[in-house]
């Protein structure tokens, strides 16, 4: 029912000027979802959606997630670059060299890009350790850790 519920708000927020709660309610209703104003209100929390000023000057909801994540990916990426000084690889194990005091950050900021095939992390002082699923995986992670750095 949640799941359909916050579907349903992504759908009538992309898809039209909805300017207050009240309205959001109505249109849930519409649709035939009887909510509270309390229940929506935590919904538009969680969901992030925020008032922002249309074209006309109207302050409308707006879904933020885009904007927000990319900002985190950017701060998650700038953090990694400046705390990793390489990486390099044996068999399944990549290792990432980071400047002293640094490897805590940098292991979530990697953390936090999801790379495919990590089983897990493990961050020292200096440096991180990364279990890949295989050695080709650890392979082109560290190929592209390296580019990254390059820039």
């Given at each position: 029912m949640k799941k359909k519920r916050l579907e349903a708000i992504l759908d009538i927020i992309g898809g039209g000027a909805v300017g207050t709660q009240d309205e959001l309610l109505e249109k849930l209703s519409?649709?035939?979802?009887?909510?509270?104003?309390?229940?929506?209100?935590?919904d538009i929390k969680e969901l992030r959606i925020v008032k922002s000023m249309d074209a006309s000057g109207q302050y409308r909801y707006a879904v933020s997630d885009q904007d927000d994540a990319q900002r985190l990916?950017?701060?998650?990426?700038?953090?990694f670059e400046h705390s990793v000084k390489e990486a390099d690889?044996?068999?399944?194990?990549?290792?990432?060299?980071c400047y002293t005091g640094m490897a805590n950050a940098a292991c979530a900021a990697f953390d936090s890009m999801k790379w495919e095939g990590v089983v897990g992390t493990l961050a020292g002082d200096d440096t991180v350790f990364v279990l890949c699923r295989t050695e080709q995986l650890?392979?082109?992670m560290r190929d592209t850790i390296n580019a990254i750095l390059a820039n």
């Open positions: 519409e649709r035939g979802l009887s909510v509270t104003q309390a229940t929506v209100s935590r990916g950017d701060k998650l990426r700038s953090i690889y044996a068999g399944n194990m990549l290792v990432i060299r650890a392979v082109r």
